[in-house]
Nanobody, 123 residues
């Protein structure tokens, strides 16, 4: 069983900063791509940032130069530092990871999600 546990959401004023954290635990062989998605009320979930196990990151245009995604591979942890927050960044943020589990002759790669953490930016 694999779990992704997020932390770090909250309420902040416009221009402020927050850091989201997500730890993957369980019967993990490897954690491949990790990422953060967000969902605004009534809208589809969108990819905000992702990072490969080799450290290659990518961002949606609206957060470039404001958000930074990093990871610590031995700890199966991903972070997202969010600076210069805007009211339109308010959403539920979800951690996402592509994880390989199992034993040598029976391995499975699946996508896992965290429970979500609320980020609210007041104007």
């Amino acid at each position: 069983q694999v779990q992704l546990v997020e932390s770090g959401g909250g309420l902040v004023q416009a221009g402020g900063s927050l850091r989201l954290s997500c730890v993957a635990s369980g019967n993990i062989v490897s954690v491949n791509v990790m990422g953060w998605y967000r969902q605004h009320p009534g809208k589809q979930r969108e990819l905000v940032a992702s990072i490969t196990s080799g450290g290659i990151s990518d961002y949606v245009e609206s957060v470039k130069d404001r958000f930074t995604i990093t990871r610590i591979n031995p700890k199966n942890t991903v972070y997202m530092q969010m600076n210069s927050l805007k009211p339109e960044d308010s959403a539920v943020y979800y951690c996402n990871a592509d994880i390989t589990t199992g034993i040598s002759w029976l391995r499975t790669t699946s996508v896992y999600w965290g429970q979500g953490t609320q980020v609210t930016v007041s104007s």
